[in-house]
């Protein structure tokens, strides 16, 4: 529940100052409550504040069908209707029914807005969206009588089954891309999907196909009954199932015993490998047989025969494209199952191996015999397949999984005496035991088999720790066992996604040789993923620039951020992110300008957050307006709609704002409507100036050395930024001739350069360059500057210098280039030169932005 507030009360982080853009604080009072922690609600609460605080205990839509509550109380509608609250609890106070006799409810746009009213209540007035639904309870008499309540809800995209269809889900694989069927000699039951979200069954749909079995090949009905927030849909699907093409089989036939007479020999077992291993087809097959023995008399005799495999015409299920050749035996005797044994026991009976026991897989143990006649093993082959019908090698039955050992007479090594089909037996390999104690799931310390976490955009399989463990040792995951991830009936190979009431998965592990014998459920764990509660969200980045700043005259430290856009006059489009800040425990914190430097942005994935418009406050406004774009001064607060399961956002504004301005900043010490304000930050664009020792700090009122006025002077020419150290080897005679200048010192290449071009001079060996500059000398530089870039810099001296008060203060040496200054308008526009004094940093950038206001477009100069 959240209820009607004034959103400017409870604002923290101030963003601009009045000077700056007119009032813009967010709220010191708030800021200060906040951070001392203190309650101020000491009064007996009130029964009109008991309902003001009322929770929601149900609530319906337009038809009304109830609807769930859920934790955060924001309810979500399907697009075509609206929340209507039935039930309410105020605080401390029994439920109260609500319906329009008693109460009045009144609908606007966007979450904990009373002002934007939607005065007609009709389908086509809520689209998907966010909206506040205001409560006023009427009842004459009631304690209640006057009170209000305010709850968001949402307007969603209906759930439609309209776009429901069939896939094959038969292996487990969950492929939504897989929608052709085929036969399979099984009954077969379609999944439902709906896009990329696999629909579970008697939870979403029930699925009916009349009175048909779905198992032969043909065309089928099929009936969806949606179920939960599907109820009351139905759709109905044709689909078909393809016949089995064994033409792309591997087909073996079984040998057969002689029989008496002249009569082709009788085919009983044909075996189709390839398409369903160990599975016996024997219908609608067309067998015949092309050659086989036969003596002078025509009889059969024993030896190698062919037989032509092909479907009959009115095969039902079955086709054979291209019709296969295969080979089998007419023996004397043909060798049924129970010939077949390893160790003395059946092939029907699964071996199972347990390696640290010492033991493991003998192919001496495989006999095979026709009473007490044992076969030699050269009359006889054996192969090896792994569960998945994949062939592999003797040796890998010494590592845990399951086989399958094949075996099948060599009739012609046997000199047709004996034959048989293929038979197998399963081997069960494992290295030890292992119990449901043996498997161990940790997440953050933590041993269980149900995790909960907050998605944090993290993977929680790196977080979770799995331990499978045999008396041999620990297991090796992708060597000794494999981890299979499923959410909503569909396999992922990541767990980091939230839903709206969390996102469950299920992790299972597969471990070769152990499936059988730990169930399933032991093998498993579960985590929910619910999503990153976002109380604040704010816009930063792109075409953005934060700045912030001391914004207290006195000794105490104020700081506040202004997220700035320049004044163009015409429409501004900017790019910016949405987002959030954490603390340095990771923790989602309101933004705190005074924390700033502990603090970091965590940008939102694009296209979460939709600008619906804009809160408008005009320059010297007192009063917002709402807009669809941004262009005039003022203040722009971000309205959204927000679309991104990870996080649970309880807003539809942001908490910062946009600030448009022409009175810019660009250091935390530049304070904004100062003299110099536009200047700096305009140098700061430029390049030619840059925070003390790279930092944001600018010190404008300080003075300024002659060595630190060059290299502005450098910047400005765009040497700064070009100049290698072998450029200054090469030019390293433009140093020798003073005497205090260190070639290593940061200053030192723009000395070189200036020397060079002609800038400066230096007198009696030196450069002096810890010296304060002033304001004529610095003038000096700029103009030799000038002179250097080809520009007049010619002057009526004498003329320039009497229209100044203080004109006569100017040394002789410096009029020349005083005048120049003043007359370009480079110094001197408040009305007075100051020649003498010392020049501030301030000073120097405002001059050099005013005889360079754009960045030179040329190389360096020298």
């Known amino acids: 529940m959240t209820a009607c507030v004034n959103k400017k009360s409870k604002r923290v982080a101030a963003v601009v100052t009045a000077s700056l853009v007119g009032a813009l604080s967010i709220g010191a009072p708030a800021v200060a409550l906040a951070a001392n922690g203190t309650s101020i609600d000491m009064l007996a609460l009130t029964a009109q504040e008991s309902f003001a605080k009322a929770s929601l205990v149900t609530a319906k839509d337009d038809q009304g069908r109830a609807l769930a509550v859920p934790s955060d109380g924001v309810v979500s509608v399907e697009q075509g209707g609206w929340m209507v609250p039935a039930k309410v ?80 889900n038969a292996t487990g694989a969950n492929d939504v891309k897989d929608t052709t069927f085929t036969y399979n000699t099984k009954a077969q039951e379609p999944a439902v999907a709906l896009g990329d979200t696999i629909l579970v069954k008697d939870v979403d749909y029930t699925i009916s196909f009349g009175s048909s079995t779905v198992q032969d090949a043909g065309t089928y009905t099929a009936t969806i009954t949606g179920k939960g927030k599907y109820a009351g849909q139905k759709k109905v699907v044709k689909f078909s199932i393809a016949k089995l ?84 035996n007419i023996v004397d005797e043909v060798l049924g199952d129970d010939a077949f044994t390893y160790g003395g026991t059946a092939f029907s009976t699964a071996l199972n191996i347990d390696l640290s026991d010492g033991q493991k897989f003998k192919p001496s143990k495989i006999a095979v015999k026709d009473g007490s006649v044992a076969l030699p093993s050269s009359q006889y082959t054996v192969s090896y397949t792994d569960a998945q019908g994949n062939h592999v090698e003797e040796s890998a039955l010494q590592k845990a999984g399951v086989y399958f050992v094949k075996v099948r007479v060599n009739a012609s090594a046997t000199g047709y005496a004996y034959g048989s089909g293929t038979h197998s037996l399963k081997v069960v390999v494992k290295s030890g035991e292992i119990t449901d104690d043996d498997i161990v799931f940790s997440y953050d310390g933590v041993v269980g088999s149900s995790f909960t976490k907050i998605y944090d955009g993290k993977d929680f399989l790196d977080q979770l720790d799995i331990t499978v463990s045999t008396i041999e040792g620990k297991l090796v995951e992708g060597e000794d066992y494999t981890v299979k991830v499923v959410s909503g009936g569909k396999e992922t190979d990541k767990v980091v996604d939230a839903a709206k009431g969390g996102k469950t998965y299920t992790i299972t592990l597969d471990i070769p040789g152990y499936n059988d014998e730990i169930s399933e459920s032991d093998r498993q764990c579960t985590v929910t993923v619910s999503p990153l509660k976002l109380d604040n969200l704010y816009v930063a980045g792109g075409d953005l620039d934060a700045y912030t700043f001391d914004n207290d005259s006195t000794d105490k430290v104020s700081m506040v951020t202004v997220w700035y856009l320049g004044y163009t006059g015409s429409e501004l489009k900017p790019s910016f992110d949405f987002g959030y800040y954490t603390n340095s425990k990771g923790e989602v914190v309101k933004y705190d300008a005074n924390a700033a430097a502990d603090l970091t942005w965590n940008a939102l994935p694009a296209c979460s957050a939709t600008v619906t418009g804009y809160k408008f406050t005009a320059d010297g406004a007192a009063s917002q307006k709402e807009v669809d774009s941004i262009k005039g001064k003022g203040t722009y607060l971000p309205k959204f709609v927000f679309e991104n399961a990870n996080f649970n956002v309880t807003d539809s504004e942001t908490d910062n704002f946009i600030t448009v301005s022409d ?19 305009k140098a700061k664009q430029l390049g030619y100036i840059k925070g003390v020792q790279d930092s944001n700090i600018f010190a404008p009122e300080s003075n300024i050395t002659r060595a630190d006025a060059l290299v502005i002077i450098s910047r400005m020419s765009g040497f700064d930024t070009v100049a290698s150290e072998d450029w200054l080897n090469d030019n390293i005679q433009y140093l020798t001739r003073y005497n205090d200048v260190n070639p290593s010192a940061y200053y030192a290449k723009a000395v070189a350069w200036a020397t060079k071009v002609g800038v400066v001079h230096g007198s009696n060996g030196s450069f002096r360059p810890d010296d304060l500059i002033t304001r004529e000398e610095f003038a000096a530089m700029l103009q030799k500057y000038a002179t250097v870039l080809g520009k007049d810099v010619s002057v009526d001296a004498d003329e320039v210098l009497a229209g100044f008060a203080d004109g006569s203060e100017v040394s002789d040496w410096a009029k020349t280039a005083v005048a120049w200054a003043a007359e370009s308008k480079v110094m001197g526009n408040g009305g007075s030169l100051d020649p003498t004094d010392p020049i501030t940093r301030a000073m120097v950038a405002t001059m050099a932005v005013n005889y360079q206001p754009e960045g030179i477009n040329q190389d360096f100069i020298g």
């Open 245 to 328: 093409d064994l033409s792309k089989a591997a087909i073996s036939i079984a040998d057969v015993a002689k029989a008496d007479g002249s009569a082709a020999p009788v085919v009983t077992a044909i075996v189709a490998d390839g398409v369903a291993p160990d599975t016996t087809v024997n219908t609608a097959l067309q067998i015949s047989v092309d050659s086989y023995s036969t003596d002078a008399n025509g009889n059969q005799t024993i030896g190698e025969c062919s037989a032509t495999v092909s479907c009959s015409s009115d095969a039902a299920n079955l086709v054979c494209e291209t019709p296969q050749t295969v080979k089998f």
């Open 89 to 168: 609890k105020p605080l401390n106070g029994d439920p109260v029914e609500i319906n329009t006799t008693d109460a009045t409810i009144e609908y606007f746009k966007g979450f904990n807005n009373t002002t934007d009213k939607i005065d007609t209540v009709n389908a086509g007035n809520f689209p998907v969206g966010n909206y506040t639904v205001r409560v006023t309870y009427k009842k004459s008499g009631s304690a209640y009588e006057g009170a209000s309540v305010c709850y968001n809800f949402k307007v969603v995209k209906s759930a439609n089954l309209a776009d429901a269809f069939l896939f094959d």
């Open 663 to 681: 009175k810019n900043v660009g250091f935390a010490d530049v304070k904004p409507g100062q003299w110099y304000s536009d200047s700096v930050f």
